[in-house]
């Protein structure tokens, strides 16, 4: 009797466990990536990113995923000549949703070379965008040096000083 209500219980164990991995598959997760850009396919439309010593290669979906160049939006569903705009080199921060286990890039912001944020005086482990030197503090105590980051107003990327 105790065998069988040892079985019973694990089973029931594992079927709880089943439901609940079920569901954490189906949580959409966000991962930020960054890197430069390496190669480019167009006609596959895939970017490839090299990120420390490493190449990822990104499937670009043109019509859920808003490509931004400098600043200068194409919004989803606009034709793939936002992808077109990308150039070898680009420093490139991207974010990728997995939804039910199969990865979108949803957002691309690409730049030639991007400029430093401003540190703040007052507040050390601060600093403001360089497109916006008198707005908000952003606080990169956690980020390390030369890590990049993406003025949310302009959509412009910028380095941790």
Do not use: W
Not at 14 to 43: C, I, Y
């Amino acid at each position: 009797m105790k065998s069988f209500l040892r079985r019973g219980t694990l089973c029931f164990f594992a079927a709880l466990l089943g439901t609940g991995f079920a569901f954490a598959a189906e949580e959409n997760k966000t991962v930020e990536f960054h890197g430069t850009v390496s190669a480019l396919d167009l006609a596959a439309s895939t970017i490839t990113v090299r990120s420390r010593e490493k190449d990822y290669v990104f499937q670009i979906d043109p019509q859920r995923c808003a490509i931004v160049k400098d600043g200068g939006a194409s919004s989803p569903g606009a034709p793939a000549s936002g992808l077109g705009s990308a150039q070898i080199g680009d420093t490139v921060v991207g974010i990728l949703v997995v939804e039910r286990a199969k990865p979108v890039v949803t957002h691309l912001y690409l730049t030639t070379k991007p400029e430093t944020g401003v540190r703040v005086k007052e507040k050390p482990g601060f600093i403001t965008s360089p497109y916006h030197p008198g707005g908000e503090a952003i606080d990169v105590r956690g980020y390390r040096r030369g890590s990049l980051l993406v003025d949310k107003a302009t959509g412009r990327i910028f380095l941790v000083p």
